[in-house]
């Protein structure tokens, strides 16, 4: 799936600091990606990426920079956002949250029939009594949430980064600091959701750039901060109770990366006619991999531990030897972490040991 070009009168759209709001960004330490000109999409992949759809932690464009899949291609590289900016000038510019540290809160003003009340507030019922009339939009149900907690609106916080979107929105920018991994979610979703007309973007998302002009108009700074604020404590523990921990769902990989050929020739050299054993540490392994299609976290460290404890026990029922289990693993989470081998081999090691005193025979059920 890829957005679609820019077109017509799209591409009349000025963009005259698009390249200076980037590189900004970028100082501030969050990696940025183009959007197509006049929209808030990302361009469409390269024809390669459209023919062959693979994950984006398997494209080879970030190495030959391009910006195909979107926030997955977001850098803080300089040089790499001049060169696309100075070849491009009628992109704009937009943040990849996770890799960022950001959570932002994007409050919708857009008209439409308000919700049943158990959706206006997930998790929080409002009873029959309360008045709703003049509830009509995310500044409102976000101002609800607030009271609800004693605190301030987000929405009126001048201690932190707010912009003004051209459809009568805003977003308000703050820092997870503590690196808690929180994810999107969308205020009109029926699963996680913050509060009616309020989305959250964080890991598994991108916010526009303060600065970028679209066919709609420009995304505005608000007078007070120009900076985000650390997260307030109430809303991170908003955030919490209402699923936004990434570690606490599914992964849900977009395409299989390919588990290494290895993996299977392993088996069976250990003892071969193992298409079980195989099955399981194919799954395994691509669970480790899988986490290459997400810029920070995605339980990768838990996932790691799990595979690490099934591969030990495949090693001690004898489908295949330590070293090449070892090996396999932590091909796996360089795959998918190639910075953090000492963490990486750490979490192998403990894992194979604790798998290891439950042999994994293939074919009977493990307690
Ligand atoms: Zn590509
Ligand atoms: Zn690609």
Known sequence: MTAPQAVGSDRTVRQPDAL???????????PVHPLAPGRKTPPANCQACQESPHSPGDCACPRS??????????????????????????????VA???????????????????????????????EHVDLDGLENGYHTLALLAALRRSPSPAEDTSTLRVR?????????????DHRGFTCSAGSSTGRA??????????????????????????????????????PQWLAEELVRTGHLKDRQEAQPIVPATVPDRARQAVVAAGGGRRGAERVLDTVLQ????CATTPEGAGFTGKLNRAAYTVGGLVSAGHLTPTVAEQL????????????DRHSSAVIRSGLAAGARQPLHIGKARG
């Open 20 to 30: 200076a709001v980037a590189r900004w960004c970028a100082t501030q330490g969050w």
């Open 65 to 94: 920079g391009r910006w195909c899949h979107g926030f997955h291609a977001a850098t803080v590289d300089q040089d790499v956002i001049t060169a696309w900016w100075q070849a491009n000038p009628d992109f704009g510019a937009a």
């Open 97 to 127: 949250c996770g890799p960022a540290g950001l959570v932002v809160i994007d409050v919708d003003s857009h008209p439409g029939a308000v919700p049943p009340r158990d959706r206006i507030l997930p998790g929080i019922p409002i009873h």
């Open 165 to 177: 979107t051209p459809s009568g929105g805003l977003h308000v920018w703050y820092r997870d600091e």
């Open 194 to 231: 913050l509060a009616w007309q309020v989305d959250v973007r964080a890991h598994g998302g991108y916010i526009v750039a303060p600065g970028t002009t679209t066919s709609a108009g420009t995304y505005t700074p608000l007078p007070g901060a120009w900076t985000p604020a650390p997260l």
């Open 287 to 290: 669970d480790v991999t899988d």
């Open 329 to 340: 693993l932590l091909d796996a989470a360089r795959t998918a972490r190639p910075s953090q």
